[in-house]
């Protein structure tokens, strides 16, 4: 039976502690499973493990979910997700639009403001535009100031950006259509996309944002949100959303699984966002509810994660 690591970070929230014990219970299925934090100890403790699952979205500042892929690959540990190079692109949304374009895949025009520097006044986006914060994840600093329309708005939307993080911030045009999340799973000769998942803001209260806002994900309004699997999507329009997402996984070298935010409009798909280590939280995480729309039990998401892994490393 494998010896296997299961990597969280050293604090949890509600919701990460939901989420370790259900991974636990779901690896316990097949596996010798235990629990090793990201901490001081973990260089130490983590050394005669088959394989880790790895958690761990924290760990510095500037360079989340980096640390513990980089010290498994370091080791010689083999481990479930995108290595280091590919969490580095992703937590950054400049370089992950980036590397998007130089693939030919469509995003949202933009642009990076980073501390010290200024609004172009001559920036050639259209509005209105949204400004975010360059590597938070969770709608962390959206709000609904975040979206603007006119220049005065935009330069205190990165201002307030720079003074709350002490991070560049991202201005980019915001599309104003449907919104579609995209699960993938690595299998053995391909990379599978669950259902597309819709997700349909309009029953919020009047006056609410029509986006995953920090108050929208985080605050209870989530409630008001309906979601769609699959998404009521043109079939050729279908198609192409999967297939971009596919050619996305490989561009930024993704591993096992990930999930991607799309808006779609005017019969044209556009990405906004890559997560390259979406948390597994049953019932509340995205990649959960598409897992369930494909006829996967939450323990069927685990374990093909983990199984992707072993077949990697030939284990």
């Known amino acids: 039976m494998l010896r296997v690591a299961l990597v969280c970070d050293s604090e949890l929230d509600e919701h990460k502690k939901e989420m370790l014990e259900s991974v ?5 299925k097949k596996f010798s499973v235990t629990v ?13 493990f088959d394989i880790a699952f790895n958690m761990a979205t924290g760990g510095g500042r500037d360079s989340r979910q980096v640390h513990v892929p980089a010290i498994l690959d370091l080791l010689s540990v083999p481990y479930t997700a995108a290595p280091a190079l590919a969490h580095a692109i992703c937590i ?6 980036a590397v998007l374009m130089s693939h030919g895949i469509s995003t949202a025009g933009f642009f990076v403001v980073h501390p010290g520097e200024k609004v172009p006044e001559d920036h050639g986006l259209n509005y209105p535009l949204i400004v975010k914060p360059l590597r938070e994840g969770s709608s962390k600093g959206l709000r609904k100031e975040s979206v603007v329309n006119d220049m ?24 104003e259509g ?3 999340t995209v699960g993938l799973l690595e299998r053995e000769d391909a990379v599978e996309v669950l259902p597309l998942l819709e997700i349909d803001f309009s029953g919020l209260p009047e006056g609410v944002e029509r986006f995953y806002s920090d108050r929208v994900k985080n605050q209870g309004l989530d409630v008001y949100i ?22 996305a996984f490989k561009a930024l070298g993704l591993r096992d699984y990930a999930r991607m935010d799309f808006r779609i409009k005017d019969g044209r798909y556009y990405i906004l966002d890559v997560n390259s280590l979406p948390l597994l939280v049953p019932e509340y995480s995205d990649i959960t509810k598409m897992a369930k ?15 992707s892994a072993i077949r990697r490393y030939g284990l």
């Open 24 to 28: 636990r219970k779901a690896l316990e």
């Open 36 to 48: 090793v934090p990201f901490n001081e100890d973990f260089m130490r403790k983590i050394k005669g």
């Open 92 to 97: 950054d949304k400049g370089v992950t639009k």
């Open 152 to 175: 005065d708005s935009l330069v205190k939307a990165v201002e307030w950006v720079h003074e709350t993080f002490n991070e560049g911030a991202l201005v980019e045009e915001f599309i």
């Open 178 to 180: 449907t919104e579609v």
């Open 226 to 247: 309906k979601y769609i699997a699959p998404a009521r999507l043109p079939e050729d329009l279908y198609k192409k959303v999967e297939e971009a997402a596919r050619r």
């Open 293 to 307: 729309a494909a006829g996967m039990s939450y323990d069927d998401l685990v374990l093909s994660i983990i199984e």
